[in-house]
């Protein structure tokens, strides 16, 4: 099932299209709704979007606009599907450069919605067949680029210089993260920090407070408290485990 974004400026319309078609049908589902460009690309930068259908005379930021802004993105992009009324079809064909491949009259009839979509649906298909395989290996690519950079940053390190390097907008790599670790930036972040805490604290001359600073905790009590939370005992108790073990 593809998500898709219906995007117009009047709540009609808008409502019209997302409820009054068998989109399951097709296999699409309206995941949201949005009533200018800039709510668009707000919504399309935190959730999973396949398509976006917009209206293209809209206050703030209008659909063409929108097509624009969508064809900048970094990765994988929504399709466009643009709908037009007849003295703005020029419009329509001026966002070919944008690489909208889609543009429908309106009002649109049942069929002409029914065939466009079913268009859509098949390039989509061979779309995502193609590159789901190169896909995932890129992101893989990309969480061990995460768990790489924790390993180098953990003192100091932020998911916001991190999408920087990687040229992901921040929203984009947290989601990915989650989906591919079922763990935050901030989890593999500390979990970098413990493990590296342990390695010191193997030190029989390091100081507990000289630790949390090397891990990235200005104050100790929140060193300690983040050590017991991961390892179960505090920092002082695992030296001291250490000790007997040796």
């Known amino acids: 099932m593809y998500e898709m974004l ?32 800039k709510e668009a690309l707000d919504y399309i930068e935190e959730h999973v979007v396949h398509v976006v259908f917009t209206d293209i005379c809209m206050p703030v930021l209008d659909g063409l606009a929108l097509a624009r802004e969508i064809s900048q993105r970094k990765g994988r992009r929504p399709m466009v599907v643009l709908l037009s ?18 543009y429908i009259l309106k009002p649109p009839s049942f ?21 789901d395989e190169q896909e995932h290996g890129h992101e893989d690519k990309i969480i061990a ?15 916001t210089e991190l999408s920087a390097q ?3 907008s921040s929203s984009y790599l947290s989601q990915l993260i989650r989906q591919k670790t079922d763990k935050t930036f ?5 979990e970098t920090r413990m493990k590296q805490a342990a390695v010191l604290l193997q030190d029989p001359d ?6 949390s600073q090397m891990v990235g905790y200005q104050n100790p009590n929140n060193f300690t408290r983040a050590f017991k939370n ?8 695992y030296k001291e485990g250490l000790k007997t073990d040796e």
Do not use: M
């Open 6 to 37: 219906v995007v117009d400026d009047e709540a009609g319309p808008r409502d019209t299209l997302s409820t009054c078609f068998p989109w399951s049908d097709l296999g699409f589902h309206v995941c949201g709704q949005a009533q200018n460009g």
């Open 85 to 102: 009324a007849y003295g703005e079809f020029k419009f329509a064909q001026e966002a070919i450069k944008y690489g909208v491949k889609y």
């Open 111 to 131: 069929e002409e919605l029914r065939e466009l979509f079913r268009k859509l649906k098949s390039d989509l298909d061979r779309i995502y067949g193609k590159e």
């Open 145 to 159: 680029a995460v768990y790489k950079y924790c390993g180098g940053h953990y003192r100091d390190g932020s998911l």
């Open 166 to 168: 990687l040229f992901l």
């Open 186 to 190: 901030t989890d593999i972040l500390n």
């Open 206 to 211: 390091a100081k507990i407070y000289y630790i």
């Open 230 to 237: 991961f390892y179960g005992v505090s920092p002082s108790e």
